[in-house]
Structures are given as structure tokens and as C-alpha cells.
């Protein structure tokens, strides 16, 4: 079975500030760790995937996550945070080994509030 | 470029009754996916396709089901709707997964409250 924790329910951080939104994997085999975020009465977006190679991954609007095996964590990080950014963001995971439909399980969402 | 567009957007439902979310991509994905998302429990896969014709459950597929008669849509019914199925119910698409998987794309969700 596969399955994603994110630990926090919401984090707040300062405009300017460096953000970082946690998350945990459990997968038997190889993880496909994924970043998603959504906006209020809007559909997922994709942020960033981890499928192999370098642990830091870069992606959209400046975010990057660091992907830890021995942890198994992909935490989600942004160097200075803007207001923009307050979102409702969401890891999700797959393991490499399932291959048959592309089948992700989501954590249960993280809030992510920066204020001015 | 519309992307994946589901209807309808809001739908309140008196228990006992039975609807059809509508989804639809142009982007010519052979993956569609049902999510529901609840408050805390992030979102569940309740049926999948990988293709047209063929459907699969998925996490929670009780109370639901799915079609997928054509390509670009993939339809969501409930028979006979219970206030447990209130959620707000997305779709998603994906290319289908060759070496390595390739990202969902969502539509905006559709609200369904049961009473």
C-alpha cells in the first residue's frame, strides 16, 4: 500500500520569509512523489514531480522540494514566500512499481497562509 | 484550450435520487480519473479508466458508478444519492503512463450536497 502524511494542517509564515510545507511517504517500492496546489473553488495545479535523479527538484512559481530517502520526505520549500502564495497544497505519491493507471494517493492537504 | 471541464458545478440532491457528473478533456489524455475531496482526508480516488471502454474502482467506489464511452469523457453517476456523498467531486486527466507517470490535470470540481 502507498500512503502520504502531512503532518501540518496549516503553516504561516511571513511575506518575505522562507516557507516549507512537510510531507512523508510510505511506498513499497520506489516513490513518484508529486506537489500539488489549489486555489479557493479551483482544481488541482501541478507543482513539481520526483522521479528520479537529483533529490532537489526545481518547479513552477519558485518552489523546489528536496526529496530524502532515508526519511522519506519530500518537503515542499520556497525561499521567500509571496501572499499569492496562500493555497491549499498537496503531496501526493505513487509507487514506481504500480504501474497500472497512474494511480496517485494524496495526503490530506496542508494551508499555507503568508501574511503581509 | 479548455483543459478538463466538468458539469455541473453546484447540484443540491434530496437522498434517494440519482444524478450524472460530466466530464470532459480535449487534450486527448487515455487516463480519466473520479476524486472526491473532503475536509482533512485530501482526495480519494473513486473510479478510474486507462482507456476508452474499460473502467476500474478505485478507493472508495461504493455508490458510484462510471462510463467511459468516448475518449474525452468520463462520467460520474450516483443511483441513488446518501448525505454520506456529500463532496465537492473532481475530475482528472493524465497521458497514460509509459516510462514515467505524468501529471494530473483537474478541472474545477463539482459541489454536490445531499439533504
Known amino acids: 500500500a502507498q500512503s502520504v502524511a502531512q503532518p501540518e494542517d496549516q503553516v504561516n509564515v511571513a511575506e518575505g520569509n522562507p516557507l516549507t510545507v512537510k510531507c512523508t511517504y510510505s511506498v513499497s517500492g520506489n516513490p513518484y512523489l508529486f506537489w500539488y496546489v489549489q486555489y479557493p473553488n479551483r482544481g488541482l495545479q501541478f507543482l513539481l514531480k520526483y522521479i528520479t535523479g537529483d533529490n532537489l527538484v526545481k518547479g513552477s512559481y519558485g518552489f523546489e522540494a528536496e526529496f530524502n530517502k532515508s526519511q522519506t520526505s519530500f518537503h515542499l520549500k520556497k525561499p521567500s514566500a509571496l501572499v499569492s502564495d496562500s493555497a491549499l497544497y498537496f503531496c501526493a505519491v505513487r509507487d514506481a512499481s504500480h504501474n497500472a493507471g497512474n494511480m496517485l494517493t494524496f495526503g490530506g492537504g496542508t494551508r499555507l497562509m503568508v501574511k503581509p | 484550450n479548455a483543459g478538463v471541464t466538468q458539469t455541473p458545478k453546484f447540484r443540491v440532491l434530496k437522498t434517494g435520487q440519482s444524478m450524472t457528473l460530466l466530464c470532459a478533456q480535449d487534450m486527448n489524455h487515455e487516463y480519466m480519473y473520479w476524486y472526491r475531496q473532503d475536509p482533512g482526508m485530501g482526495l480519494r480516488l473513486i473510479h478510474y479508466s486507462v482507456g476508452e471502454g474499460t473502467t476500474a474502482k478505485g478507493e472508495v467506489p461504493d455508490g458510484y458508478n462510471v462510463s467511459r464511452l468516448k475518449k474525452q469523457n468520463f462520467l460520474l453517476g450516483l443511483e441513488s444519492a446518501a448525505p454520506s456523498q456529500t463532496s465537492v467531486y473532481f475530475c482528472?486527466?493524465?497521458?497514460?503512463?509509459?516510462?514515467?507517470?505524468?501529471?494530473?490535470?483537474f478541472g474545477n470540481g463539482t459541489r454536490l450536497t445531499v439533504t
Open positions: 482528472a486527466s493524465s497521458r497514460g503512463t509509459e516510462r514515467f507517470p505524468s501529471p494530473l490535470h
